[in-house]
C-alpha cells in the first residue's frame, strides 16, 4: 500500500509526504491515536516512500524492488518490534541500539517501527534515549503507542507527534463494502467499531450471526418467569469475550428504536436492514420507555469494564429490560 491507499488520515499522510519530499522528515516520530486507524501501515509505508526507487511527491510507488520487501518485512534495513509477551524487552532495545549505528544495508534510510511502544519497560525505554537523542544520520525511529503520555516524558518530548484521527464511520462501511461486506453488516459494524477500522474488521470476525440473535431474544423475554432469563444470560457468558460487543449491539439496537420512533427515518438507522421490525417494536412503546431501556443497556456496558459481576449485571438488565417493556 501507498500513502494514497491510507484511509482516513489525510492531515498526517500531507505531513509525512511533505516531510519525505523536502528530507526534512524528523528520525524520531511518535504516532499516537487508537489502534486499528493506520498507525502501523503509516509507519510501513514512511518506510517505503525513504526507500522507494519511483518515489514521486513524498509518496512510494509499491512496485520497486524495495518497497516489495518492505511489504513482505524481508527488507534488511527496515525493522519491526512488538513486544515480546507482554513488554518490549531491554534487550530488543539494546539490539535496536546497536543495529542503528550502522549504516543502512542496501537502503537510503533505516526504519525502526516500535509497536505498542507503551509496552516499553522502563529499563528499555531509559536504553532507548541515548539513540532517540542523537539518532544516526540514516537512520529513523518511529514509535507507536495510544498516547505520548503512556511513555516516559523523555521519551515523548524527544519525538515529533503526529496524532491519528479516529475514522468516520463512513469510511470505515466503505472499506468493509470493498472487502467483500454486505451493506446492512458494514453499517452495522461501522456503527460498532468506535472509528478504528481495525475493531471493524476483529467485529467481522467474531460470531456475530449469534450477536444479532441474542439481540433479538433480549426482546421477547416472557413475563414473569426468570427461567428464559438465566438461559439468556448462560448462553451469552458461554463467549465471555463477546460480552461487550453484544451490550454494543444492544444498545445500537435501543438507540434505533428511540430513531424509528421519533423520526422514523429508516437512513439514519444502524440496523437499516432490519428497519420494519424496529419500527413494529417501537410502535409498541413509549419514548420515556425507550429511553430508559437504552439507559439501562448504557450503564450495564459502563460498568462491566470497571468493576460489575457480569452474571449479575447481565441478569438484572434483562429484568429491568423485561419490566420496563411491560409498564
Ligand atoms: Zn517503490
Known amino acids: 500500500m501507498s500513502f494514497s491507499g491510507i484511509l482516513g488520515q489525510g492531515r498526517a499522510v500531507s505531513l509525512l509526504k511533505r516531510a519525505i519530499e523536502t528530507d526534512r522528515l524528523p528520525h524520531a516520530l511518535l504516532f499516537t491515536g487508537l489502534k486499528g486507524v493506520g498507525r502501523c501501515l503509516t509507519a510501513i509505508t514512511v518506510a517505503k516512500a525513504l526507500n522507494c526507487l519511483e518515489r514521486v511527491e513524498g509518496d512510494c510507488c509499491d512496485r520497486c524492488p524495495p518497497c516489495n520487501k518492505i ?5 534488511p534495513d527496515v525493522h519491526l518490534i512488538t513486544p515480546e509477551g507482554a513488554t518490549v524487552r531491554i534487550d530488543q532495545i539494546r539490539t535496536l541500539t546497536r543495529e542503528a549505528t ?5 537502503g537510503r534510510g533505516k526504519v525502526f517501527i516500535l509497536d505498542q511502544a507503551e509496552t ?5 525505554q531509559n536504553a532507548l534515549l541515548k539513540t532517540l ?12 503507542a ?3 503520555s503512556a511513555l516516559l516524558p523523555p521519551i515523548a518530548s524527544r519525538c515529533s507527534q503526529i496524532r491519528f484521527a479516529p475514522l468516520p464511520e463512513g469510511a470505515i462501511a466503505t472499506r468493509l463494502r470493498e472487502q467483500g461486506c454486505e451493506e446492512g453488516e458494514a453499517t452495522l459494524l461501522a456503527s460498532l467499531a468506535g472509528g478504528s477500522l481495525g475493531r471493524a474488521q476483529e467485529l467481522r470476525k467474531s460470531p456475530l450471526a449469534d450477536v444479532w440473535d441474542l439481540v433479538g431474544q433480549a426482546f421477547a423475554l416472557p413475563p414473569g418467569r426468570s427461567v428464559p432469563i438465566l438461559d439468556l444470560t448462560e448462553r451469552i457468558l458461554r463467549q ?13 439496537w435501543c438507540r434505533d428504536l428511540m430513531v424509528s420512533k421519533v423520526t422514523g427515518h429508516q437512513e439514519l438507522l444502524v440496523y437499516r436492514n432490519r428497519a420494519a421490525a424496529l419500527r413494529g417494536q417501537s410502535e409498541g412503546l413509549a419514548l420515556r420507555q425507550l429511553l430508559a431501556m437504552y439507559r439501562t443497556v448504557k450503564q450495564t456496558l459502563d460498568g462491566l469494564g470497571r468493576y460489575a459481576n457480569p452474571r449479575l449485571s447481565l441478569e438484572a438488565m434483562f429484568l429491568t429490560l423485561r419490566d420496563l417493556q411491560a409498564a
Open 71 to 75: 511489504a513482505k518485512s524481508i527488507h
Open 102 to 106: 550502522l549504516k543502512p544495508y542496501e
Open 120 to 124: 516499553m519497560t522502563e529499563q528499555a
Open 133 to 144: 537523542e542523537e539518532p544516526p544520520q540514516a537512520t529513523f525511529l518511529i514509535l507507536i
Open 146 to 148: 495510544p498516547e505520548a
Open 240 to 252: 465471555k469475550e463477546t460480552v461487550p460487543l453484544f451490550l454494543e449491539a444492544l444498545l445500537a
